[in-house]
C-alpha cells in the first residue's frame, strides 16, 4: 500500500471505531411519533398591555418556540386552543418540571435609571417604583428605558479574570444599543459610590443586578453596547437560563401551566416495524445493484455505505439531534444518493480505461478519483450552503432538516473519499481483480454506455422543443393547484383536538386503521394520559365528529369524549416565513457560488431547474389529492438538494469539455456532456428508487405520501437536470458574451501549454 492508502485506512478505522462506541454506548432522542413526550396546556393571561385574544396568543406561541428552541428540545409541537390556549409538546424531555419552569416564566426585562435610595411607600407602585437590590437595599427607579425586545444576543459565560463568576454578556439592536450609551452616560455624570451612578436590570419586578458605572467611564460618554454584561451571583444553570429567556424575548402574556401530561407516540409499533423493514429491504437492495453493475468494487462501495450510516447515525446521536420517523426515512434515502459519489468515481474510471485501455487497473481508479473530485466537491458544497442556511435562518422542522442533511452530507463525502478509496484502492492492486477484465466491473463500459455509444443520439439539435415541453409540464402543474388546490394539512391550517376515553384498551395502529376505513386517513392519533385517545384531524363538523367517535366505539366499546378543541396551526406563521425566507437566501447563495464557479448562465439554468422541480412536485399533489404537510415539507427540500446535485454534476462535465475543446459549439459540447454522465444518473436514481420503492410498499400508510413525493420528485429532478436545465443553458449562452471556460492548469505539468499531468504511476519512459 501506498502512504496515502494507509493514512486513509488508518483513518477510516479510526472514524468507524469511535462511531461503533458512540452507538454501543449511547441512546438517541427520538421524536413525538417514535417515542411520545411531555404535553403542556397554557392558559394565557391578560396583561396590563395586552389582551389574550387569537393574535397576541400567536405572538406568545412564537416566542414560546424560540425558547424551546434554546432549551434544545428539537421537533417540538405547539399549536393554538381556541383563542387563548397552548398546546406544546415536547419530545424525550428528561425534565418536564424545569421545562414547564422556563416555558412559562414571563421574563419581563427592563432597564432602569436609580433615582437614588427608595422608600416603604413607593415601594411597588408604578410611578416612582421602589425595588429592593442584590442585597436588599431599597433603590429608586425611573421609568424604564429599555426592555428585553432590545437585546439583540445574550449568552452566559465564566468570568474568571474579573472574578465575577457566571455572568450574562448583552448586545443590543441598534437603537437599543444607542438608547443603553445615553443611559449610562447620564449614570457616569454622577460621583463614584452614589447610588444615581448605578443601572437597574429589572426582570420581572425583581432587580437581578445593579451595577455602578465604571469610574473610566465618562459623563455622557456611555458604554457600548456590545460590552455590557450582567453579573449577580448567578450559577451556571442560573446564567443559562437567564440567557435563553433574555434570547427568546419577553412573553407578550403571562401564562399558567394548567395541564401536563405523558402522551404516547403518534406512530404504532407495527408502523414503526413496518417502516424499518422497509428501510432494510431497500438499503439492501440497493446494494445487491451496485454489485451487481460494478462487481467487487461496487460490493466494496456497498460496505462503505454502511460505514456511512453507522458514521451519520453516531454523528446524530452525538449532538443529540431528534430522530422522527421521515427524518430517519431520510436518512435512510441518503444512504441511496450517497451512492453518487461511489457511481461517479467508477464511471471516471470507465472512461479512463476505456481511453487508454493498457494503462494499468490502480491508474484508472485513481484518474476516476481525481476527474470525479470537481464534481462531487461542488455538489456537495451547495448543499452544505443550503443544510447551513435553513438551520441559521429557518427554525423548527426546518432547522431540524438542517441539521441532518449537513450530517449526511459531510459523512458521504467521508464515506467516498475515504473509506471507499482506501478500499478500491487496496483491491485494484490485487493481480485477480485487475486481469480479469468480466470481473473487476471497471474494464468493460457497461449497457447503459455502450447503448448510447452506438446510437449517439443528438438530444439538442431544438433545445425550445425541450423547454416547450417544460412549459407544458410546469401549465399543467400550475393548472392543478390553481383549480384542485393544495391541500394542506393540520400543521398549516390548525383544525380539531378532539380527545376519548373508551371502555376497551385500543392501540394507536388499530385506531388509525378503523379511522382511515371510516375517512379519516389523515387523523394523527395518540394515546393520553391513562388509555385515554387524542385524535388530531383538519376541520371536523359535529355530525363527523360523531362519525368518528363511532367509529372508535367499534373497537373501544363505550367511548366518551373528554375533550373537543379548536387548534391553530403548529407550522405558524412565523415559522413557515422564516422556511421561505430561508429557502430563498439558499437559493440565491447557491445561484451566487455556481456562477463563480461555473457561468452564470448555467448557474440561472440550475435555478431554473430547480423552481421547475418543485412546481411540478406540488402540482401532482394537487392533482392527486395529497395532503401538503410537514412531511412533504421534507421530501421537498430532499428533492431541491438532489435537483441541484444533478445539475451541478452535468454542468461540471460540461464545463470539462468546453475547456478541453474550445472551438466546438457549445451545443455539441453539451450534448456528449449530457450522453458521458447518463449512466452515472441512471445507476445513481437507481439505487434511490430501490429504497423509495421499498418505503412506499412496505412503509404503511405512515410513509407512503412521503415516498410517493420523492419518487415523483427524483423522476422529475432527473429529467429537469438534463432536459431543462442543459437547454435553458444554451438558450442563455446565444445570448452570453462571455468566452469559453479556459482549461485548468494542473500542478506537476511540464513545460508547454498543452501538456498533461503525469500519471503518478507513470514513469515518464516510452519505447
Known amino acids: 500500500m501506498t502512504r496515502a492508502t494507509t493514512v486513509r485506512a488508518v483513518l477510516a478505522a479510526a472514524v468507524l471505531l469511535v462511531s461503533v462506541l458512540i452507538t454501543l454506548t449511547m441512546s438517541p432522542r427520538l421524536g413525538l411519533d417514535l417515542q411520545g413526550g411531555t404535553r403542556m396546556v397554557l392558559q394565557a393571561k391578560d396583561s396590563a398591555t395586552a389582551k389574550a385574544d387569537r393574535e397576541s396568543t400567536d405572538r406568545t406561541l412564537e416566542v414560546l418556540r424560540r425558547r424551546i428552541d434554546s432549551l434544545g428540545v428539537a421537533e417540538p409541537t405547539l399549536t393554538r386552543s381556541g383563542e387563548d390556549r397552548i398546546i406544546v ?10 421545562a414547564a419552569e422556563v416555558i412559562g416564566r414571563t421574563a419581563q426585562l427592563s432597564f432602569h435609571a436609580v433615582r437614588g435610595p427608595g422608600t416603604e411607600q413607593e415601594k411597588g407602585k408604578a410611578a416612582g417604583l421602589s425595588l429592593p437590590d442584590e442585597e436588599g437595599r431599597l433603590l429608586a427607579l425611573g ?8 437585546v439583540k444576543d445574550a449568552g452566559a459565560s465564566f468570568d474568571a479574570q474579573q472574578g465575577a463568576g457566571w455572568t450574562v454578556a448583552l448586545d443590543f439592536h441598534k437603537d437599543a444599543g444607542r438608547e443603553w450609551t445615553r ?24 432587580v437581578i443586578s445593579s451595577p455602578q458605572v465604571a469610574p473610566s467611564v465618562g459623563c455622557n460618554v456611555g458604554l457600548p453596547s456590545g460590552s455590557t454584561q450582567i453579573t449577580g451571583s448567578f450559577g451556571a444553570d442560573e446564567a443559562r437560563d437567564l440567557a435563553l429567556l433574555i434570547k427568546g424575548g419577553a412573553l407578550p402574556l403571562p401564562v399558567e401551566i394548567v395541564e401536563q401530561r ?7 409499533a407495527a408502523a414503526i416495524d413496518a417502516s424499518a423493514r422497509a428501510a432494510l429491504i431497500g438499503a439492501a437492495a440497493t446494494a445487491l445493484f451496485i454489485t451487481f453493475v460494478y462487481r467487487p468494487f461496487g460490493a466494496l462501495a456497498a460496505t462503505a455505505l454502511a460505514a456511512y450510516g453507522v458514521i451519520s447515525y453516531a454523528a446524530l446521536v452525538a449532538l443529540g439531534v431528534t430522530l422522527t420517523l421521515p427524518g430517519l426515512a431520510g436518512f435512510v434515502l441518503a444512504i441511496g444518493m450517497a451512492v453518487d459519489a461511489n457511481v461517479l468515481v467508477f464511471e471516471r474510471a470507465r472512461e479512463e480505461y476505456a481511453q487508454r485501455s493498457g494503462r494499468p487497473l490502480r491508474s484508472a481508479m485513481t484518474a476516476g478519483f481525481r476527474n470525479a473530485w470537481s464534481a462531487v466537491a461542488d455538489s456537495n458544497v451547495t448543499t452544505l450552503i443550503a443544510a447551513g442556511l435553513l438551520f441559521f435562518l429557518g427554525s423548527g422542522p426546518v432547522k431540524g432538516f438542517g441539521v441532518t442533511l449537513a450530517i449526511g452530507v459531510l459523512a458521504s463525502m467521508f464515506s467516498a473519499l475515504v473509506i471507499a478509496r482506501a478500499l478500491t484502492e487496496i483491491a485494484s492492486r490485487s493481480r485477480f481483480v485487475g486481469d480479469y477484465r468480466g470481473v473487476n466491473g471497471i474494464a468493460r463500459p457497461g449497457r447503459v454506455r455502450t447503448w448510447l455509444a452506438r446510437r449517439d443520439p443528438q438530444l439538442f439539435r431544438s433545445p425550445r422543443r425541450w423547454l416547450l415541453i417544460s412549459t407544458v409540464l410546469i401549465a399543467v402543474a400550475g393548472l392543478g393547484i390553481v383549480v384542485r388546490g393544495v391541500d394542506l394539512g393540520v400543521e398549516f391550517t390548525g383544525g380539531r383536538l378532539v380527545e376519548y376515553s373508551t371502555s376497551r384498551p385500543v392501540d394507536v395502529e388499530t385506531a388509525r386503521t378503523v379511522l382511515a376505513g371510516a375517512g379519516f386517513g389523515d387523523a394523527e392519533v395518540t394515546t393520553a394520559g391513562a388509555g385515554d385517545l387524542s385524535v388530531r384531524t383538519g376541520d371536523l363538523d359535529n355530525h363527523e365528529e360523531h362519525a368518528l367517535r363511532a367509529a372508535l366505539a367499534e373497537e373501544g366499546g363505550d367511548t366518551t369524549k373528554v375533550r373537543d378543541e379548536l387548534i391553530g396551526p403548529s407550522l405558524g406563521d412565523e415559522l413557515r416565513r422564516n422556511a421561505l425566507i430561508a429557502l430563498a437566501v439558499a437559493v440565491l447563495v447557491q445561484l451566487a457560488y455556481l456562477a463563480v464557479r461555473f457561468r452564470w448562465t448555467f448557474a440561472l439554468a440550475s435555478v431554473a431547474a430547480l423552481v421547475h422541480d418543485v412546481i411540478l412536485l406540488v402540482g401532482a399533489f394537487a392533482w392527486l389529492g395529497r395532503t401538503v404537510d410537514g412531511i412533504f415539507l421534507a421530501a421537498l427540500l430532499t ?10 454534476v452535468v454542468f461540471d462535465r460540461v464545463r470539462e469539455l468546453w475547456a478541453k475543446a474550445r472551438r466546438e459549439s457549445v451545443t455539441t459540447i453539451a450534448n456528449r456532456a449530457v450522453l458521458q454522465t447518463v449512466p452515472r444518473t441512471v445507476n445513481t436514481g437507481m439505487g434511490a428508487l430501490f429504497i423509495l420503492a421499498a418505503l412506499a410498499v412496505l412503509g404503511g400508510d405512515s410513509l407512503e405520501d412521503f415516498a410517493l413525493a420523492l419518487l415523483i420528485g427524483i423522476c422529475v429532478g432527473t429529467y429537469s437536470s438534463v432536459l431543462t436545465a442543459v437547454p435553458v443553458a444554451l438558450t442563455l449562452e446565444k445570448r452570453a458574451k462571455t468566452p469559453p471556460p479556459a482549461r485548468k492548469r494542473a500542478s506537476g505539468r511540464t513545460s508547454g501549454a498543452g501538456a498533461r ?4 504511476l507513470d514513469n515518464g519512459a516510452r519505447v
Open 757 to 760: 499531468r503525469r500519471d503518478p
Open 143 to 150: 421609568q424604564a428605558r429599555l426592555t428585553g425586545a432590545g
Open 183 to 206: 443611559l449610562t452616560g447620564e449614570a457616569a455624570c454622577h460621583p463614584a459610590q452614589d447610588e444615581r451612578r448605578r443601572v437597574a436590570i429589572v426582570l420581572d419586578d425583581r
Open 262 to 268: 405523558t402522551v404516547g407516540p403518534t406512530l404504532g
Open 639 to 648: 428533492v431541491i438538494g438532489y435537483s441541484v446535485n444533478d445539475s451541478v
Open 89 to 98: 409538546e415536547l419530545p424525550d424531555v428528561q425534565d418536564p418540571r424545569k
